[in-house]
C-alpha cells in the first residue's frame, strides 16, 4: 500500500464507523428480474418504453452524424443540432433563451461560480443541491453574502431580506439571487414559490432580483407536457421578445431543467436571458472546457420531446400522479398504526399550484417522491431488498442529521399491485419492529 492509500484508508474507516460509507451497487432491473426498483428517477417510466426506443433507433439510423460531437460548444462541438434543440427548447419553455450543459450539476455550478458578482448577495435554501454549493465555493461573492433560509419557509426567507435591506443604501445596485428548486428530491416536498416570490418582491425592487429555480425533479412531470412548474405557475422569465411573451408575472428568471431524471437521457437547459447566456459561453469553465453532448443524446432528447408534446406524454403524467395518489391513501393506513419513531413521513408537502382545468391531470397534482423517516434506514433497506423491492437508504451528511430515511421513487409505469406489495412489505417490518419494542418492554 502507499502512503497515500494508507492515508485515504484511515479516512474511508472514519466514514464507516459512522455508517456513512458509500459504495457502487448493481442491481438487475431489467424486465426478467425479480426486484422492483424504488430508486430510479425515470419517473415517466421513459427509460423502458418501446415505441420511444423505436423512433430513437429509426431517427439513428437516418441521421448522418450519430456519435460525439468531437469538441466543447465553443470549437467543433456547436452543430446545428445543438442549436436548433435550443431553439426548441426556447418556445417549448417560453424563455428568451437556452444554453445547454452536460450535465445538471455542470449548469449549476457554472452559473453560481461565475454569474453572481463579489458585490451581490445569494439567498438559498438551505436544502438546496450540492452543486449550487459547488458553484458557490469557487465564486468570488464572499461568505458573508450567502445566506441560507430555512427550508421552504416565507418568514425565514423574510428574516434574512430584513437583515440585508437594512445594510444597503439607497443606490444599492447589488443583484440579489435566490436559489430554490420546485420540488425537493429528499422529501418530495414543492417550494411555496408564490409565498416566497411576494415576500421577496416585497424587499427588493425587480430589477435587482434574479430568482433561479432548479427544476430538475419537475422537469417533464408538471405543467402543460411538463413545462416545470415555474410555468405551471405563470412565472417563467420577464420578457418580451417578438411573439414570445411573458404570459404571468415572470417573477423567476432563470430556470435549470435536467434530462437525467423524468425525460430519461442526461444533460440539461439552462433558461436565461440572451445576456446571462453570453456570459456563461465566455466564463463557464465546465462548458468552455468540455466535450458538447454527443450527437446521440441530442437525438434522444428530440424523440423525447415528441412523446411529451403527445397525448402519450400526458398519459403517463397522469399514471404517474395515479399512482402517487395510491400510495399515499396506502401509507397513510399504515402509519395511522405505526409510531413515529418507527416509521413516519413528513408532514403532508404544500401543494403550490393547480394544473390547468383543460388538463387531464389533477388539479391537485402529488409527488413522485416519497421520504420515509426512520431512525435505521439502512436495516430497513436490506429487509425490502429481502422482499424485492430496491429501495435505498439516505444518510447524513446527504441529508440533515435526524433526517435519515429511505428515499421511494415512483415510476408512471408502476402498477397497483406492486405498490400493494410495497406497503404490505413495510407493514411487516413495522410489525418485527412494534414486537422487539414490545419485547424490550415486556422484560423491564
Ligand atoms: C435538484 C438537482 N439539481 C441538479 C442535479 C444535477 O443534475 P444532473 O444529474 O443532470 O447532473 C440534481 C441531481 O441529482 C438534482 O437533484
Request: proline share 7%; aromatic share 8%.
Amino acid at each position: 500500500m502507499t502512503e497515500l492509500d494508507t492515508r485515504l484508508s484511515k479516512l474511508l474507516q472514519g466514514r464507516k464507523e459512522k455508517n456513512r460509507y458509500r459504495s457502487l451497487k448493481e442491481y438487475d432491473t431489467s424486465s426478467s428480474s425479480a426486484l422492483v426498483d424504488f430508486s430510479s428517477n425515470d419517473y415517466l417510466s421513459l427509460t423502458s418504453s418501446t415505441p420511444l426506443r423505436e423512433s430513437f433507433l429509426a431517427r439513428l439510423a437516418s441521421t448522418p452524424s450519430i456519435f460525439g460531437s468531437t469538441g466543447s460548444r465553443l470549437l467543433s462541438g456547436c452543430t446545428s443540432s445543438h442549436s436548433s434543440l435550443e431553439k426548441r427548447f426556447e418556445e417549448f419553455f417560453n424563455s428568451p433563451s437556452a444554453l445547454l450543459f452536460n450535465s445538471g450539476w455542470d449548469a449549476n455550478v457554472s452559473f453560481f461560480a461565475t454569474v453572481p458578482q463579489p458585490n451581490d448577495w445569494v439567498i438559498y435554501d438551505e436544502l438546496v443541491h450540492a452543486s449550487v454549493h459547488s458553484g458557490l465555493r469557487s465564486s468570488r461573492v464572499p461568505v458573508e453574502r450567502r445566506i441560507p433560509f430555512n427550508h421552504n419557509d416565507p418568514e425565514s426567507i423574510e428574516i434574512v431580506l430584513r437583515g440585508i435591506t437594512k445594510e444597503g443604501s439607497s443606490n444599492d445596485k447589488s443583484t440579489v439571487f435566490f436559489a430554490m428548486e420546485s420540488l425537493y428530491s429528499m422529501d418530495g416536498d414543492f417550494s411555496p414559490l408564490p409565498s416566497l416570490l411576494d415576500v421577496i418582491e416585497r424587499y427588493i425592487p425587480r430589477e435587482r432580483q434574479c430568482v433561479v429555480l432548479d427544476e430538475a425533479h419537475s422537469t417533464g412531470v408538471y405543467g402543460d407536457n411538463g413545462r416545470g412548474i415555474g410555468y405551471a405557475l405563470g412565472e417563467e422569465g420577464g420578457f418580451d421578445i417578438g411573439d414570445r411573451r411573458k404570459r404571468g408575472k415572470g417573477r423567476i428568471d432563470v430556470r435549470l431543467m435536467t434530462f437525467g431524471k423524468a425525460v430519461g437521457c442526461s444533460g440539461a437547459v439552462l433558461l436565461c436571458s440572451p445576456t446571462v447566456r453570453s456570459f456563461l459561453i465566455n466564463f463557464a469553465r465546465p462548458l468552455i472546457f468540455s466535450t458538447a453532448l454527443p450527437h446521440s443524446t441530442i437525438i434522444s432528447l428530440e424523440c423525447v420531446w415528441d412523446v411529451l408534446q403527445s397525448e402519450e406524454g400526458d398519459q403517463r403524467r397522469q399514471n404517474l400522479m395515479s399512482i402517487s395518489t395510491y400510495i399515499h391513501t396506502l401509507l397513510e393506513q399504515l402509519l395511522s398504526r405505526t409510531p413515529s419513531d418507527i416509521l413516519h413521513l413528513p408532514p403532508d408537502p404544500i401543494i403550490p399550484f393547480a394544473t390547468s382545468p383543460s388538463s387531464s391531470l389533477p388539479t391537485k397534482p402529488g409527488s413522485p417522491i416519497l421520504g420515509l423517516l426512520t431512525p435505521s434506514p439502512h436495516a430497513l433497506s436490506t429487509f425490502l431488498l429481502e422482499k424485492g423491492f430496491i429501495v435505498r437508504p439516505v444518510v447524513p451528511p446527504t441529508v440533515p442529521p435526524g433526517g435519515e430515511r429511505v428515499r421511494i421513487c415512483l415510476r408512471a409505469g408502476m402498477t397497483k399491485e406492486v405498490i400493494d406489495g410495497l406497503v404490505v412489505a413495510l407493514g411487516d417490518w413495522v410489525d418485527i419492529r412494534l414486537a422487539a419494542k414490545n419485547e424490550v418492554r415486556a422484560k423491564l
